[in-house]
């Protein structure tokens, strides 16, 4: 091989190896597909003495809310998170309201407000901290509004007006 054919070599070989590097740079750059973020499942006690567990809604829109009796901005947006999923069930809609309230006096404290609230007593359950860290709950209340795949739309944190929990559950109607 002549100097002349070695140094032709050396540059092919410099310029593949720069083209793979602008191809790897290109990919680095490039954002990652955004994922839906995996929902968890659980299997609580219902106020009515059943159980729910959230996989079986599959096909349905779930709206899941973190709240307790204690918490005032629950017991605001509690009613209009009731009579929102009671309005919108024919089109397929379930609501969770998992209480956060502490044993001992969590269901003594929830069949209490439950009286208070028409219809909650339909959908609370009886939480628990284990449910609460596998959601990264950190304050009440939390709502998530998960698709008919079991996929989160929407997290909101703290009391919502009617108009913006509706918005949330439309974009997951969608």
Same mark, same amino acid.
């Given at each position: 091989?002549?100097?002349?054919?070695?140094?032709?070599?050396?540059?092919?070989?410099?310029?593949?190896?720069?083209?793979?590097?602008?191809?790897?740079?290109l990919l680095l750059q490039r954002p990652p597909?955004?994922?839906?973020?995996a929902t968890p499942d659980f299997t609580l006690?219902?106020?009515?003495?059943?159980?729910?567990?959230?996989?079986?809604?599959?096909?349905? &829109?779930?709206?899941? *809310?973190?709240? $307790?009796?204690?918490?005032? @901005?629950?017991? =605001?947006? +509690?009613?209009?998170?009731?009579? !929102?999923?009671?309005?919108?069930?024919p089109q397929g809609v379930r609501f969770i309201?998992?209480?956060?309230?502490?044993?001992?006096?969590?269901?003594?404290?929830?069949?209490?407000?439950?009286?208070? &609230?028409?219809?909650? *007593?339909?959908? $609370?359950?009886?939480?628990? @901290?284990?449910? =609460?860290? +596998?959601?990264?709950?950190?304050? !009440?209340?939390?709502?998530?509004?998960?698709?008919?795949?079991?996929?989160?739309?929407?997290?909101?944190?703290?009391?919502?007006?009617?108009?913006?929990?509706?918005?949330?559950?439309?974009?997951?109607?969608?």
């Amino acid at each position: 091989m002549t100097e002349s054919s070695r140094a032709a070599a050396a540059a092919v070989l410099a310029l593949c190896g720069c083209l793979v590097l602008a191809g790897v740079l290109l990919l680095l750059q490039r954002p990652p597909a955004p994922e839906q973020p995996a929902t968890p499942d659980f299997t609580l006690r219902t106020m009515q003495g059943g159980t729910v567990q959230l996989s079986s809604l599959r096909g349905h &829109v779930v709206l899941v *809310d973190f709240w $307790a009796t204690w918490c005032g @901005p629950c017991r =605001e947006e +509690l009613p209009t998170l009731v009579h !929102l999923a009671q309005r919108l069930e024919p089109q397929g809609v379930r609501f969770i309201a998992i209480s956060e309230d502490d044993p001992p006096a969590q269901e003594p404290d929830v069949i209490a407000f439950a009286k208070q &609230v028409p219809g909650l *007593d339909r959908y $609370a359950v009886y939480g628990n @901290p284990d449910v =609460e860290s +596998l959601f990264g709950v950190d304050s !009440l209340p939390t709502l998530f509004v998960l698709d008919r795949e079991g996929r989160l739309v929407t997290r909101l944190v703290g009391g919502r007006s009617e108009a913006e929990l509706s918005a949330a559950v439309d974009q997951a109607l969608r």
